[in-house]
């Protein structure tokens, strides 16, 4: 299986590179093409719906994830 990686932006979208498929909740899959890389939604306001339109940088989403460390157990 090829190597993907979904990293969340800072403040904008998933952008997920590598080879995949996103598939609607009726089990329909969107079509990318050849796309090496795609962006999705994580404000909620696109009007593109999974995908990424830029609307995030208009309405002040914020949001900055970071990882942690997986604590271990004692």
């Given amino acids: 299986m ?3 990686e979904i990293k969340a932006t800072e403040n904008g979208p ?6 995949i ?3 609607d909740v009726d ?3 969107y079509d990318l093409g050849d796309r090496p890389m795609v962006k999705l ?3 909620g306001g696109s009007t593109i719906k999974p995908f990424c339109d830029g609307t995030h940088s208009k309405t002040g989403f914020e ?4 990882a942690v ?3 271990e157990s004692s």
């Fill in 21 to 23: 498929r996103v598939v």
């Fill in 2 to 4: 090829a190597h993907v």
């Fill in 63 to 66: 949001a900055a994830e970071r």
């Fill in 41 to 43: 939604c994580r404000c």
């Fill in 14 to 19: 998933y952008v997920i590179r590598g080879s």
């Fill in 27 to 29: 089990g329909n899959q």
């Fill in 69 to 71: 460390a997986a604590q």
